[in-house]
């Protein structure tokens, strides 16, 4: 690989680590106008809660009842380029404080993006996006305080993000329980179909 190539593809990375940081920072301000701009035409998004066009997200982004709000603490990442298409896995930890009944908690989860990119217009936008979580906790702000969690509905929801699932859905969202990739065949069926994009097929 000449110096020239090499130069483009850290160019090409930094740009797409600029704009998962965006992410972040746009999401947790509820800021709808400047996180449109970082998804690609036609994008998807793949949430607990949600399977659909990243448009429909942008728009519960802007909700004053949108998503539950917390902070997205962004971590280690690794890019593959080739072309105008890139992968992305991002390491990120999720800080929500929130009430259920009486007590106000705090829920911390530990997740990963994986990101579809694609080149469009000369700018690296999200093309679809995966939160694959690994576990979670949740935690009484005041200390020692009973939080009231319905226990057959806390055990019908995925383990690796229980807590913060039961939150989503006490605030009437539907779960998906079944189909996010959180570990086994399907994250590996994930990881295939992610390549076989990045090799030009279709996602």
């Given at each position: 690989?000449?110096?020239?190539?090499?130069?483009?593809?850290?160019?090409?990375?930094?740009?797409?680590?600029?704009?998962?940081?965006?992410?972040?920072?746009?999401?947790?301000?509820?800021?709808?106008?400047?996180?449109?701009?970082?998804?690609?035409?036609?994008?998807?998004?793949?949430?607990?809660?949600?399977?659909?066009?990243?448009?429909?997200?942008?728009?519960?982004?802007?909700?004053?009842?949108?998503?539950?709000?917390?902070?997205?603490?962004?971590?280690?990442?690794?890019?593959?380029?080739?072309?105008?298409?890139?992968?992305?896995a991002?390491?990120?930890?999720?800080?929500?404080?929130?009430?259920?009944?009486?007590?106000?908690?705090?829920?911390?989860?530990?997740?990963?993006?994986?990101?579809?990119?694609?080149?469009?217009?000369?700018?690296?936008?999200?093309w679809?996006?995966?939160?694959?979580y690994?576990?979670?906790?949740?935690?009484?702000?005041?200390?020692?305080?009973?939080?009231?969690?319905?226990?057959?509905?806390?055990?019908s929801?995925?383990?690796?993000?229980?807590?913060?699932?039961?939150?989503q859905?006490m605030?009437?969202?539907?779960?998906?329980?079944?189909?996010?990739?959180?570990?086994?065949?399907?994250?590996?069926?994930?990881?295939?179909?992610?390549?076989?994009?990045l090799?030009?097929?279709?996602?």
């Amino acid at each position: 690989m000449s110096a020239e190539e090499s130069n483009k593809i850290a160019a090409d990375k930094a740009a797409i680590r600029e704009a998962i940081e965006q992410w972040a920072i746009f999401r947790d301000m509820g800021d709808a106008e400047r996180i449109a701009p970082l998804y690609a035409e036609g994008a998807r998004m793949h949430t607990l809660f949600m399977d659909a066009p990243a448009a429909d997200f942008i728009r519960l982004v802007g909700a004053p009842h949108g998503p539950a709000k917390g902070t997205h603490f962004m971590g280690a990442g690794l890019i593959e380029v080739e072309g105008a298409r890139a992968l992305a896995a991002t390491q990120f930890l999720l800080c929500v404080r929130a009430r259920l009944g009486p007590v106000l908690c705090d829920i911390t989860a530990n997740a990963r993006f994986h990101d579809l990119f694609i080149k469009t217009d000369g700018r690296w936008r999200i093309w679809e996006r995966h939160a694959v979580y690994e576990k979670d906790r949740i935690d009484s702000v005041e200390p020692g305080a009973a939080i009231p969690l319905d226990r057959a509905i806390l055990d019908s929801l995925p383990e690796p993000c229980r807590h913060l699932a039961y939150l989503q859905a006490m605030a009437g969202k539907a779960i998906r329980a079944n189909d996010p990739p959180y570990h086994g065949e399907a994250l590996a069926e994930l990881g295939r179909r992610a390549r076989a994009w990045l090799s030009g097929g279709a996602p």
